[in-house]
């Protein structure tokens, strides 16, 4: 066999220059699908329209979409039908119940108050802080009804029912971080097969030009008549 035939052709290093290209578009393709914007997806998330504001002492039905992670937001600063509401910044004692009306079964409303996690909407007028979380496994309406523990009734307060958003920020930054991941690992693996195969043709070339160079020195060079 010819050296010509026995060597790999120098085009074969054109391929290690496409499987990292190769990988570069199959991240990004990784990240637009998984995640197609960070500021978008995050503002769509804590919507405040998707939150029912229910004034207490009250009730209010209430239909979950879909399952998950839901709260109860203490709105001390707010306004609901033109009126408005200021209590103090520290949520009163209260009494909340979730009764599906399907089922009638009760869901857990757990205490959740963390001081930090809250919510500021200045055109609005509105102001929140979470003070219990839920979760929903049967969407579905539900009667969502909230007293205070001492059977006041007044003062009147503003409370605000829908999606955690505490849980929806760790579940976008978990979704960012799995991302960035997949997109990591896809980059190194397309350099690492890149490499190996860079590595192939090197050593293949090579052993080429040495059985070429063998070849050359055991060849016949004649007996210097001719023959």
């Known amino acids: 066999m010819s050296e010509k035939k026995a060597k790999p052709s120098g085009w074969f290093y054109g391929l290690v220059l496409v499987i990292p290209v190769f990988g570069c578009l199959i991240a990004m393709a990784l990240v637009y699908q998984w995640f197609p914007g960070l500021p978008g997806t995050f503002e769509s998330r804590i919507n405040l329209d998707n939150l029912t504001q229910v004034v207490v002492p009250g009730s209010e039905e209430i239909t979950f979409e879909k ?10 600063r707010s306004v609901v039908d033109g009126v408005v509401y200021a209590s103090s910044e520290t949520p009163p004692a209260l009494v909340c119940t979730l009764t599906s009306r399907t089922s ?40 969502f009804s909230c007293r205070h523990a001492d059977g006041s009734s007044l003062p009147e307060i503003v409370l605000a029912v829908g999606p955690n958003f505490v849980w929806e920020f760790f579940g976008i930054a978990a979704r960012t971080v799995l991302t960035a991941a997949a997109g990591l ?29 063998g070849f050359s020195s055991t060849s016949p060079i004649g007996d210097g008549y001719g023959r």
């Open 185 to 213: 690992a896809v980059l190194l693996g397309s350099g690492a097969v890149a490499a190996f195969v860079a590595l192939a043709i090197a050593l293949k070339r090579r052993q080429s030009q040495k059985a070429a160079a």
């Open 104 to 143: 009638g079964d009760v869901v857990g409303v757990v205490p959740d108050y963390v001081p930090t996690n809250t919510y500021s909407i200045k055109d609005r007028g509105r102001v929140g802080v979470l003070i219990r979380s839920m979760t929903i496994d049967e969407p579905g309406t539900y009667t």
């Open 67 to 76: 399952s998950g992670a839901y709260a109860v937001y203490y709105e001390y």
